[in-house]
């Protein structure tokens, strides 16, 4: 049974989430997409919680629907963090739907008659996702021709819809990046199977080709300047759902990991003590760093949702306020993960212990965007008064 549970009002219901439980170490150990996970919470209408209900969804705001994925990454971290992707989508377009923004509407009404959509945003090389792009977008008649490479593609089985984004170099004194979304079926787009990683199998994260895919211009969705002068309530929507969901389940994977250590600890036993390793004082200083950790990171990840979904004018400290916090809850549930590790001893590493999978799927996330330097760069820059496209960077 999770120690984190849903709402009342959830689609989440016991069965589920067992279910999504027992499957993930399969997932990880063959490599496999979680489909059984994805076909059940499709069909709860799990996909679909932050569509409007005026529109047919659930109608939750950002700080409730990183909530339910706190309680289903409990259960299944990678299945989660897949879903994360459509989710982040859907969410950022209802905020700005409920805001008098109808201009995407289509997308939330596509989400409703089962259209997936997932996050063509990672690049190699781009270490500022969403506001530069190794993407090229060209203007074309009716539209956007876009060329280059996306990785980190979650959903790759069952995606219709990528969001994209590529640079618009027309103009070199103003660059532009235009935001787009691809239907899987577009022409000139290819999907290359790269995922065979670390951990967070299950997403199936694949990489997209686009080699001169033309993308009308009733799917793009925003054409904004390059660098932090874009940041636009749509960039900075995603930033707010994909962040704090990420942060979210790499807490919920955390606690998981220290729900468990604390309730294998006291069946433990030693040669040197009379009593179990609950008692040795180490362990428990240990634990007590473990418990530390997860004590900080829920009221903040709570408190910057809250914000979001509450719209607490924050102005243009925002972008800081949302990597601190994902940075905030990745650390601190790596360390966390890490110390069982520590406390479970050489029976930690075999697969059967369960912890091993956990562990790789934990450290994943200080890799999600943005990463360590980004993340100190805006937040000091932002703390020093400094303009975030201030060049030059880490030069």
Known sequence: MNAI??????????RILEACRERAAEYDRENRFFTEDFVELRDAGYLTLAVPKELGGAGYTLAEV????RCLAYAAAPTALAINMHL???????????????????????????????????????DLPLLLSTTKAEPADGGYVFTGRKSFGSLG??????????????????????????PRDS????????????????????????????????????????????????????????????????????RRVFDETVERLPKKGSLGLTRSMAYHPGLQNVVADMALELEAIEPHLDRISADWSEGVNHGA??????????????????KVVDLAMDLAGGFGIFKKAGLERLFRDARLGRIHPGNPFLTREIVAKTALGIDLDEMPRWG
Do not use: C
Not at 5 to 14: E, F, H, N, T
Not at 66 to 69: A, F, K, M
Not at 217 to 231: H, I, K, N, Y
């Open 66 to 69: 990183v909530r339910e994925q």
């Open 88 to 126: 982040y989508w859907t969410g950022l377009v209802a905020d700005l739907w409920r805001a008098g923004d109808k201009s995407l509407e289509w997308l939330l009404r596509a989400a409703v008659e089962g259209e997936v959509f997932a996050a063509g945003h990672a690049e190699s090389g781009n």
């Open 5 to 14: 549970q849903p709402s009342q009002s959830s689609v989440l219901s016991p």
């Open 187 to 254: 022409e000139n787009s290819s999907t290359v199977e790269t995922w065979d990683v670390l951990g967070m199998r299950a997403t199936r994260s694949d990489d997209t080709v686009l080699d001169g895919v033309f993308v009308p211009d009733d799917l793009v969705a925003r054409v904004v300047p390059a660098g932090a002068a874009g940041l636009d309530a749509f960039v900075l929507g995603i930033f707010a759902w994909a962040l704090l969901g990420f942060g979210n389940i790499y807490y919920a994977l955390a």
């Open 317 to 334: 400290i925002w972008p800081s306020k949302l990597l601190a916090a994902k940075h905030r809850a990745v650390e601190g549930s790596w």
């Open 157 to 182: 089985p069952v995606w219709t819809y990528l969001g994209i984004h590529g640079l618009d170099t027309t103009d070199p004194e103003a660059p532009k990046v235009v935001h787009a979304f691809m």
